[in-house]
């Protein structure tokens, strides 16, 4: 786990870093009606939810070794969203943003799928892919309406909204079944005890 946990540290280093940038420079045409404040916030909030589950379940003596493997295929999604918008590849590569819709689900349902199979209720893998799916189609779902009241309601733009609004979801599904079937086929690993968790005394 050593090289996932160097990729994880790294990451949220690397996510403070462009998002201080963005709001240092909020009048660069990159960053400029960007909505870079709404996601100074809740980039990392969402960069801290795998330690803040992690913590509550240690506090309630259930927890195993950090996932870092998790942690660090959340946080990268939000790492290439922001630095897609500090290199400016949004406005610069015309299928970049398509590219984000897809892979980046892929990392986000992928941290999903890597948990589910670390469950101790072990699932079907047609249940396991399905599921991730269903994750991922949520979660693009809501993209979509954070997206809608951040950028459309306040731009006279409409045409080819709809068309847009309905490719990132179809984009984001795909590569949330794609993360599915992916950590689907891995193996099942039960979690290491926390070495901080008493080990129950033998049965008598």
Known sequence: MGLWRVLSVGLKLALVVLLGLALAFPEWERFADKAMGARAVAYPLAALL???????????RKAGPFPWDVDALLT?????????????????VEWFDDFCHFFNWVL??????????????????WVHVLLCAGIGAIAAI???IAEYGAFILDTPESVGIYRDTLGD??????????????????????????PATPTPPPAS
Do not use: H, K, Q
């Not at 795998?50 to 309630?60: D, F, G, S, Y």
């Open 76 to 92: 990268a999604s939000f790492v290439i969203d922001v630095a897609g918008n500090a290199a400016d590849l949004y406005d610069t």
């Open 169 to 194: 979801e179809l984009l984001g599904t795909l590569g949330a079944l794609t993360a599915g079937l992916l950590t689907s086929f891995l193996p099942r690993r039960t979690p290491t005890p926390d």
């Open 50 to 60: 795998v330690p803040a589950i992690w913590w509550t379940r240690r506090a309630l």
């Open 142 to 144: 809501g993209w979509e």
């Open 108 to 125: 986000l349902v992928a941290a999903a799928g890597v948990a589910l199979r670390r469950a101790r209720v072990e699932l079907p893998r």
